[in-house]
């Protein structure tokens, strides 16, 4: 496999069914606007099978096979807003992410993330997401600092371990009853860019508290055990108070990426877990404030 590369994996193709004669030819296709580059690439051994040897132009082309290869990134703005370090030991990296700012390449957001961001201005080339937060979404976010500490962290998040409490501006109320516990069955279907609710065992957990109310929003502590995709968006609007604004709950409105004049009132406020490396209990806590709309 390739080593990252300012601040950037390469990207893995696993070659499909198809009459190409060499894998350069299946490439040339796929990317035809990339023609120079590809040749580029393959004569400098920047492009490799799964075992890590270079393609060359006549390596016969076998479906199923996996190549690695370097993608030329796309030229991005800069996202004005920056991230700050809660804490950095040999094995996590904590910090406070701004919103509208990615926690990892995806789509038309590459270089412009968390992720890249800091294994390039902290020289971290195995810096890796512990877990997760929505481009829109402010907070806490734990990162591992090399591949040995990677597995133990990511576990926690994935078998419940951690404790995590977000704050929400949103809707108010009156007639809601809260404290309450909101259950449903989420999924979140390839290229519907909002998550749905549908019948079926509950899959998806949040306890909402109400903090204090200003008018017709309120502030909310939200304490979800589980971590779907867009959960805290989705069960505030299925409780008829959406998230002060949410460009896709209850509807979805075309705002640019760049607009940044009215964030998602939502920020990871903190999470607490038990170190796998040291059993102590560690906490973290943001610094940011959800700005109250006027």
């Not at 393609?55 to 479906?63: D, K, N, V």
């Not at 096979?65 to 800069?78: G, H, K, N």
């Not at 979805?252 to 170190?275: E, G, H, M, T």
């Amino acid at each position: 496999m390739l080593p990252v590369r300012d601040g950037l994996n390469p990207s893995r193709l696993r070659l499909p069914p198809g009459e190409w004669q060499t894998v350069l030819d299946y490439l040339l296709d796929r990317f035809p606007t990339d023609t120079v580059r590809l040749h580029e690439k393959v004569d400098a051994a920047e492009v490799v099978d799964g075992r890590g040897a270079p393609i060359s132009a006549q390596t016969p082309y076998r479906s199923g096979d996996f190549v690695y290869l370097y993608r030329d990134p796309p030229i991005e703005a800069r996202v004005p807003f920056e991230v700050e370090i809660l804490y950095r030991d040999d094995n996590l990296l904590v910090i406070d992410k701004p919103h509208f700012l990615a926690s990892t390449p995806r789509g038309s957001f590459i270089a412009e993330t968390a992720l890249v961001r800091l294994r390039r201005e902290l020289d971290l080339p195995e810096l890796s997401p512990a877990h997760r937060l929505d481009r829109l979404t402010a907070g806490v976010l734990l990162f591992t600092v090399h591949r040995g500490a990677r597995r133990a962290y990511q576990m926690l998040f994935a078998q419940r371990g951690v404790d995590k409490e977000y704050e929400a501006i949103a809707g108010f109320d009156p007639d809601l009853r809260l404290p309450t516990t909101v259950r449903s069955h989420i999924v979140k279907r390839p290229g519907v860019l909002q998550a749905l609710q549908i019948p079926g065992q509950a899959n998806s957990a949040t306890r909402v508290e109400l903090v204090e109310s200003r008018g017709a929003v309120a502030g909310y502590r939200l304490l979800p055990t589980t971590g779907k995709t867009h959960q805290l968006r989705v069960h505030l609007n299925s409780l008829g108070i959406p998230i002060v604004g949410d460009p896709l709950y209850p509807t979805v409105l075309d705002i640019a990426p760049d607009d940044y004049r009215n964030p998602l009132r939502l920020l990871a406020r903190s999470i607490s877990f038990d170190d796998p490396h040291t059993g102590s209990r560690r906490s973290f806590a943001s610094r940011r404030e959800l700005a109250w709309p006027d």
